[in-house]
């Protein structure tokens, strides 16, 4: 059984950093896609950032800049790395990872096996 766990959420001033850890077990191969994702509370899921096997990524406009992906291929594990994080970023951020061979890094239908999730809450 897959396993997918974050880490590294917690409370922050705007203008500061974080950085998400995200765990995946129980998986002899390698994720096609990986992805961060967050929700609001009486919003809908969104999609933050994503990656896929050959590294290639894609950002959310609205954290184009200030958020970093990265992956750490032996391990199977992503990293989210935020800065000059802002009040409108609070939300849970989920991790997400896909087998599928056509995923694409940045559909949330594409992913089947997700995180439990991580808060994170900027305060201005």
């Known amino acids: 059984q897959v396993l997918v766990v974050e880490s590294g959420g917690g409370s922050v001033q705007a203008g500061g950093s974080l950085r998400l850890s995200c765990a995946v077990s129980?998986?002899?191969?390698?994720?096609?896609?990986m992805g961060w994702f967050r929700q609001a509370p009486g919003k809908e899921r969104e999609g933050v950032a994503g990656?896929?096997?050959?590294?290639?990524?894609s950002y959310a406009d609205s954290v184009k800049g200030r958020f970093t992906i990265s992956k750490d291929n032996a391990k199977n594990n992503l990293y989210l790395q935020m800065n000059i994080l802002k009040a409108e970023d609070t939300s849970l951020y989920y991790c997400?990872?896909?087998?599928?061979?056509?995923?694409?890094?940045?559909?949330?239908?594409?992913?089947?096996?997700w995180g439990q999730g991580t808060q994170v809450t900027v305060s201005s």
């Open positions: 997400a990872a896909s087998w599928r061979a056509s995923c694409r890094e940045n559909r949330i239908l594409d992913y089947g096996t």
């Open positions: 990656i896929r096997s050959d590294g290639s990524t």
């Open positions: 129980g998986s002899y191969y390698q994720a096609n896609c």
